[in-house]
């Protein structure tokens, strides 16, 4: 595997990586070959821009969801892993503060130990870069005052934000490594510190996760801020924060967190004014993920006949308007509503969302 320019092919988000998962869901392997041969006819990516949805570590990722993936695509991975987490240690050695990339489910370490955990094992590697996600629940410092370990210098585009900011959503904010460490809890992987980032990161979404990020002059308010009137959705917003919150509560049997969690989203789906600021249909901020959330926190909920009404509303409404997204992949794309739409997890293709 060498090192390549960006191919769109080789993208899980948006190019045909992501339609071979859903061939491969749906036992189409002949179709699966194809796209995987356009995939990586021009070479697969294990440069810096690697990523759980970029390069071979999304391919190994769409492999596993097959028959496996190889051992040279594994060590391919397994470099891009170590070079990835060599340089979060050395930005962390330096006393600077992290960019969104070097640790978010799209770009970053959290996506990428997303990937290790589908292999099932405990390696080293793998608690190693569990250990730097823990890492980010320790304070840091901006000039002459503390911070939360994540804050980034910059906003979520890598445009330049006065004084930076706290993501707070599932694909690029803190929601993200929260959920990849509670659901390596359920794996049964426990490393030191791991419950105490888990309590951090909640603590944190309690009282600013209302909002999709947040700024130095919110750490300064005496109040949470208000609810935003904004779109809801898998990436930013509620209910994707609700579901890492579920998973955290159900890791650590907090029976009162698990429930506020499933109350939120209940809450959300149900109310006209949230569902009238989602225009589209795609898994990343539209009906697909939203269905494909509200199974899995169904699926993990003691009443989960609660959510059979909107299960079916967002069914409904996907069923209706899947058909005009103009992008044919995953995240953003129809085969992505596809996969919400079928409604399996044969696969577990969904671990790409850090639903399950």
């Not at 189409?28 to 990516?45: F, K, M, Y």
């Not at 793998?126 to 304070?139: E, F, G, I, T, Y």
């Amino acid at each position: 595997m060498t090192t390549m320019p960006i191919h769109r092919t080789q993208d899980l988000s948006e190019g045909t990586l992501g339609i071979a998962l859903l061939d491969i869901e749906r036992g189409d392997l002949p179709a699966a070959r194809r796209h995987l041969a356009q995939a990586v006819a021009q070479g697969v990516s294990t440069g810096g821009n690697a990523s759980l949805f970029h390069g071979a570590p999304a391919l190994e990722f769409v492999l596993t969801c097959a028959a496996g993936a190889g051992s040279d695509v594994r060590a391919a991975v397994d470099r891009v892993v170590d070079a990835r987490l060599a340089a979060a240690l050395r930005r962390q050695a330096s006393g600077a503060l992290p960019h969104l990339a070097e640790w978010d489910l799209i770009r970053g370490l959290t996506g990428l130990v997303a990937l290790l955990l589908k292999r099932d094992t405990h390696s080293a590697r793998l608690k190693d870069m569990l250990a730097h996600l823990v890492s980010l629940s320790r304070p840091a410092r901006l000039q002459d005052r503390t911070v939360p370990g994540w804050w980034s210098p910059v906003g979520p585009g890598d445009e330049s934000m006065a004084g930076g900011h706290s993501n707070n959503g599932m694909a690029h904010g803190i929601a993200g490594p929260l959920a990849v460490l509670s659901l390596a809890m359920r794996h049964d992987i426990r490393i030191p510190g791991q419950v105490e980032a888990i309590s951090v990161f909640t603590v944190w979404l309690d009282w600013y996760g209302t909002h999709y990020w947040s700024t130095l002059a919110d750490l300064d308010s005496a109040r949470p801020p208000g609810a935003e009137p904004a779109r809801q959705s898998w990436c930013y917003g509620l209910p994707g924060i609700a579901r890492a919150q579920q998973l955290a509560a159900l890791a650590l049997g907090d029976t009162a967190r698990r429930r506020s969690a499933e109350d939120t989203v209940e809450r959300i789906l149900t109310d006209p004014r949230h569902n009238a600021h989602i225009t589209d249909s795609t898994l990343c901020h539209g009906w697909a993920g939203l269905l494909a959330l509200t199974r899995a926190v169904a699926a993990d909920s003691p009443a989960p006949e609660r959510f059979t009404p909107i299960i079916q509303d967002l069914h409904r409404r996907l069923a209706a308007d899947w058909e005009q997204l103009p992008k044919p992949g995953f995240m953003e794309g129809r085969a992505g509503a596809q996969l919400a739409l079928d409604g399996t997890d044969t696969t577990g293709w969904t671990s790409a969302l850090l639903l399950t």
